[in-house]
């Protein structure tokens, strides 16, 4: 597999413009930005291919002298054992020095072969070399070395050489001092976790992507039984579902077909054995799948050949079931962590910050206190840092880093959730432009309606307007995002909703033309009478479409479906697309055996159909409280936490006469910015949960819940101040 060849950009990091190209994938390829950043870094930072060969060969000669180390040491340690006991000081040092040359032997053996990286880049398809994504993940450690030492050390420090004695400067010199060994740090520490994480992404991706997969193997499966039901042949079974299958799948496919024809294996049946083989070593149910479905083909009866594939489809099925159900029983212990740390601890430290500020203007939290040993009293020093200087470390944690580890830990989580059945791909119906059009109109309106915080900072509005004179710019920030999903999602959002009701009736339709078919009724009656008796529903209307299409055109079926014009040539939802392709190619056939078949194929659907539904129902528990948190519960204890500060700002406000004191359209701020970036995290994690990688249904979501969000935060911060009496 090639870099083109990768995975449908549904494990890479998330590309929120592009999301919403199709229903369930956007088109990029997964890890792509990690391609271009990595060969963007080398090209910049070249490597001298000369240091590169004698380094390569370097490690070349290590590793094979290890290996013939290590043949000696086992030698040696077979001789002593045929000839003495293995209880002997001989065998035992002699067992001690071959584990040593075998550790050695591994180790050189990573160092040169990188076997573990190149198998991960090899299934994802990513167009890296080792010592590319080395040099970058050393360049990364080196660049926030320098620039945590420039900002955290270097600069304080000349600062502090040059600094006039002025209460201001002295001020500032105090939080250069108390922040920059903190900066450094951070500098560091983000280094080593962006270079670790720069080696391990091709491995990390890698298991998410198998791991994806598990969900998917049933579709493999089932395409390959759809054609094995038609001609058993295992060649036209491969090729099928390598049409039909998304990527890297689809690839996998034709590479079976691709090492028959490169010589790499005589015949179709030890490359697809290969491929299974392989395959297996991470999904042992697709092996015995696989496995079941090669043996079909050595039937003699078309009773036998459908006898093991649907052995081979059972295998699989009961295989994916366990797995998700096995992901929704762990499930529980990291959402409720996920919870706790992104959700709970980040709130339950915005109710606290009324007291931390508090406690930073009189307790020299931020700043100094000056004693007095006469009085015993201590006042604010003069080198305090002021109220907005508070609120760096607040914005910080709160907006940031909270923030960041919630996405980061439940983008892991997500990882471990086996993919679904494929589900229709809605085209998009803007074009780039058009997306940067309705973008710019949602940021028109944001800020007209973040301008209304000039005038009630200015008291326009009287007092309740300058104490929440920062609530238009977090309404602006909510209504541009909010405006901009909804507007890019609406027509691809009815249109799945659509599709999703057509797919969900579409195995009980199968079932009933499979049904007159064994009653020996033709294709085209069995779908009139079908049609009739689903008469009011989406799938009936699609089927009158095609009756219609037959009668007014005179085309067989074939043709009214697939041909010029075809009702089914741009049909977005695959599963009903190639279902009606086996249906079309069973006509071939007698009426029952051709009905037979296809009930077959609407009960394999109805099995898939039901992954999805166990899914949601195991899931549904969590998903109901994370979103009932974005929704309303979060909202009400922010606002009221807002209600809270603005009390405690005033009376501390008068006690150190406004030093000290983090205003509280900044408090409300960072409240509000908290807010957006929670609702946004939830609502990709409960839809990554409940859908999969379906980023209609997460930028709707989103866009339906943070407005009321929004709104209910500033209805329980004026409530909260109406009833404590501060306005």
Same mark, same amino acid.
Not at 224 to 242: G, H, K, Y
Not at 485 to 493: A, L
């Given at each position: 597999?090639?870099?083109?060849?990768?995975?449908?950009?549904?494990?890479?990091?998330?590309?929120?413009?592009?999301?919403?190209?199709?229903?369930?994938?956007?088109?990029?390829?997964?890890?792509?930005?990690?391609?271009?950043?990595?060969?963007?870094?080398?090209?910049?930072? %070249?490597?001298?291919?000369?240091?590169?060969?004698?380094?390569?060969?370097?490690?070349?000669?290590?590793?094979?002298?290890?290996?013939?180390?290590?043949?000696?040491?086992?030698?040696?340690?077979?001789?002593?054992?045929?000839?003495?006991?293995?209880?002997?000081?001989?065998?035992?040092?002699?067992?001690?020095?071959?584990?040593?040359?075998?550790?050695?032997?591994?180790?050189?053996?990573?160092?040169?072969?990188?076997?573990?990286?190149?198998?991960?880049?090899?299934?994802?398809?990513?167009?890296?070399?080792?010592?590319?994504?080395?040099?970058?993940?050393? #360049?990364?450690?080196? #660049?926030?070395?320098?620039?945590?030492?420039?900002?955290?050390?270097?600069?304080?420090?000349?600062?502090?050489?040059?600094?006039?004695?002025?209460?201001?400067?002295?001020?500032?010199?105090?939080?250069?001092?108390?922040?920059?060994?903190?900066?450094?740090?951070?500098?560091?520490?983000?280094?080593?976790?962006?270079?670790?994480?720069?080696?391990?992404?091709?491995?990390?991706?890698?298991?998410?992507?198998?791991?994806?997969?598990?969900?998917?193997?049933?579709?493999?499966?089932?395409?390959?039984?759809?054609?094995?039901?038609?001609?058993?042949?295992?060649?036209?079974?491969?090729?099928?579902?390598?049409?039909?299958?998304?990527?890297?799948?689809?690839?996998?496919?034709?590479?079976?077909?691709?090492?028959?024809?490169?010589?790499?294996?005589?015949?179709?049946?030890?490359?697809?054995?290969?491929?299974?083989?392989?395959?297996?070593?991470?999904?042992?149910?697709?092996?015995?799948?696989?496995?079941?479905?090669?043996?079909?083909?050595?039937?003699?009866?078309?009773?036998?050949?459908?006898?093991?594939?649907?052995?081979?489809?059972?295998?699989?099925?009961?295989?994916?079931?366990?797995?998700?159900?096995?992901?929704?029983?762990?499930?529980?212990?990291?959402?409720?962590?996920?919870?706790?740390?992104?959700?709970?601890?980040?709130?339950?430290?915005?109710?606290?910050? %009324?007291?931390?500020?508090?406690?930073?203007?009189?307790?020299?939290?931020?700043?100094?206190?000056?004693?007095?040993?006469?009085?015993?009293?201590?006042?604010?020093?003069?080198?305090?840092?002021?109220?907005?200087?508070?609120?760096?470390?607040?914005?910080?944690?709160?907006?940031?880093?909270?923030?960041?580890?919630?996405?980061?830990?439940?983008?892991?989580?997500?990882?471990?959730?086996?993919?679904?059945?494929?589900?229709?791909?809605? %085209?998009?119906?803007?074009?780039?432009?058009?997306?940067?059009?309705?973008?710019?109109?949602?940021?028109?309106?944001?800020?007209?309606?973040?301008?209304?915080?000039?005038?009630?900072?200015?008291?326009?509005?009287?007092?309740?307007?300058?104490?929440?004179?920062?609530?238009?710019?977090?309404?602006?920030?909510?209504?541009?995002?909010?405006?901009?999903?909804?507007?890019?999602?609406?027509?691809?959002?009815?249109?799945?909703?659509?599709?999703?009701?057509?797919?969900?009736?579409?195995?009980?339709?199968?079932?009933?033309?499979?049904?007159?078919?064994?009653?020996?009724?033709?294709?085209?009656?069995?779908?009139?009478?079908?049609?009739?008796?689903?008469?009011?529903?989406?799938?009936?209307?699609?089927?009158?479409?095609?009756?219609?299409?037959?009668?007014?055109?005179?085309?067989?079926?074939?043709?009214?479906?697939?041909?010029?014009?075809?009702?089914?040539?741009?049909?977005?939802?695959?599963?009903?697309?190639?279902?009606?392709?086996?249906?079309?190619?069973?006509?071939?056939?007698?009426?029952?055996?051709?009905?037979?078949?296809?009930?077959?194929?609407?009960?394999?659907?109805?099995?898939?159909?039901?992954?999805?539904?166990?899914?949601?129902?195991?899931?549904?528990?969590?998903?109901?409280?994370?979103?009932?948190?974005?929704?309303?519960?979060? %909202? #009400?204890?922010?606002?009221?936490?807002?209600?809270?500060?603005?009390?405690?700002?005033?009376?501390?406000?008068?006690?150190?006469?406004?030093?000290?004191?983090?205003?509280?359209?900044?408090?409300?701020?960072?409240?509000?910015?908290?807010?957006? #970036?929670?609702?946004?995290?939830?609502?990709?994690?409960?839809?990554?949960?409940?859908?999969?990688?379906?980023?209609?249904?997460?930028?709707?979501?989103?866009?339906?819940?943070?407005?009321?969000?929004?709104?209910?935060?500033?209805?329980?911060?004026?409530?909260?101040?109406?009833?404590?009496?501060?306005?």
């Amino acid at each position: 597999m090639n870099g083109k060849n990768g995975l449908t950009g549904v494990y890479g990091m998330p590309d929120i413009d592009n999301a919403g190209s199709s229903d369930e994938e956007n088109t990029s390829i997964a890890g792509s930005w990690y391609v271009k950043l990595v060969k963007r870094v080398n090209k910049m930072f %070249p490597s001298n291919p000369r240091a590169l060969e004698l380094k390569k060969t370097k490690l070349k000669s290590q590793y094979e002298n290890a290996v013939i180390e290590e043949k000696m040491k086992e030698n040696e340690l077979r001789n002593i054992e045929f000839n003495l006991d293995t209880e002997s000081k001989s065998y035992k040092k002699a067992y001690k020095e071959w584990s040593k040359a075998e550790k050695k032997r591994r180790s050189l053996n990573k160092a040169y072969n990188h076997p573990d990286f190149k198998e991960a880049i090899s299934f994802i398809g990513l167009d890296v070399e080792y010592y590319q994504v080395s040099k970058l993940a050393t #360049l990364t450690m080196i #660049l926030f070395f320098i620039v945590g030492f420039i900002g955290g050390i270097i600069y304080p420090v000349i600062y502090l050489s040059i600094a006039p004695s002025t209460p201001q400067a002295n001020q500032y010199t105090a939080m250069l001092l108390m922040y920059g060994p903190i900066l450094f740090f951070v500098m560091i520490l983000t280094g080593m976790v962006l270079s670790y994480f720069f080696l391990i992404y091709p491995n990390y991706l890698s298991k998410r992507l198998r791991i994806w997969l598990l969900g998917k193997t049933p579709e493999a499966v089932n395409y390959m039984a759809m054609s094995m039901a038609l001609t058993p042949s295992l060649d036209r079974a491969i090729s099928f579902a390598s049409e039909n299958l998304d990527e890297p799948m689809a690839s996998a496919f034709k590479k079976v077909l691709w090492n028959v024809y490169t010589r790499n294996y005589s015949t179709i049946e030890e490359s697809f054995i290969a491929f299974a083989y392989e395959w297996g070593s991470w999904n042992e149910e697709l092996k015995r799948s696989f496995y079941t479905i090669r043996m079909s083909i050595m039937e003699r009866t078309h009773e036998g050949v459908l006898r093991n594939l649907e052995k081979a489809k059972d295998i699989i099925l009961q295989g994916t079931k366990r797995r998700i159900e096995d992901f929704a029983s762990t499930l529980s212990t990291p959402t409720t962590i996920l919870f706790a740390l992104g959700v709970l601890l980040p709130m339950i430290i915005g109710s606290m910050l %009324p007291m931390i500020s508090l406690i930073g203007s009189g307790m020299n939290l931020f700043g100094g206190v000056n004693s007095s040993s006469s009085t015993g009293s201590a006042t604010l020093s003069s080198t305090a840092p002021s109220g907005s200087s508070n609120a760096i470390p607040i914005i910080i944690v709160m907006d940031v880093i909270f923030p960041l580890v919630a996405f980061l830990y439940g983008y892991t989580i997500l990882g471990r959730r086996p993919g679904t059945r494929q589900i229709s791909e809605i %085209p998009s119906p803007y074009t780039k432009k058009q997306r940067i059009l309705i973008l710019s109109e949602s940021i028109v309106i944001g800020v007209l309606i973040s301008l209304l915080a000039i005038p009630m900072a200015m008291g326009i509005f009287g007092n309740t307007g300058s104490i929440f004179y920062s609530a238009p710019i977090v309404m602006g920030i909510s209504a541009i995002i909010s405006i901009y999903f909804w507007k890019t999602t609406d027509y691809q959002y009815k249109k799945r909703k659509e599709m999703l009701k057509m797919e969900e009736e579409f195995p009980d339709a199968l079932f009933q033309i499979g049904s007159r078919m064994m009653e020996g009724l033709s294709i085209e009656n069995s779908l009139i009478k079908t049609s009739e008796s689903m008469k009011g529903t989406v799938i009936g209307d699609l089927f009158n479409k095609i009756i219609f299409t037959m009668k007014i055109s005179g085309k067989p079926i074939d043709n009214a479906l697939f041909g010029v014009g075809g009702v089914l040539v741009n049909f977005p939802s695959k599963m009903i697309k190639v279902s009606m392709q086996t249906v079309v190619k069973l006509t071939t056939k007698e009426h029952i055996v051709a009905g037979k078949t296809i009930v077959e194929i609407s009960t394999y659907l109805r099995d898939l159909k039901s992954i999805d539904s166990d899914i949601k129902h195991d899931l549904s528990g969590v998903v109901g409280m994370m979103k009932g948190t974005a929704t309303f519960f979060a %909202p #009400l204890i922010l606002g009221i936490t807002a209600s809270l500060y603005v009390l405690l700002a005033q009376v501390i406000g008068g006690i150190t006469h406004g030093s000290g004191v983090m205003p509280v359209g900044v408090f409300m701020m960072i409240l509000g910015v908290y807010l957006v #970036l929670m609702v946004m995290i939830i609502g990709y994690y409960v839809i990554g949960l409940e859908f999969g990688e379906v980023w209609i249904e997460r930028k709707r979501f989103i866009a339906a819940t943070l407005p009321i969000a929004i709104l209910l935060f500033l209805i329980s911060a004026i409530a909260g101040q109406i009833a404590i009496g501060t306005i």
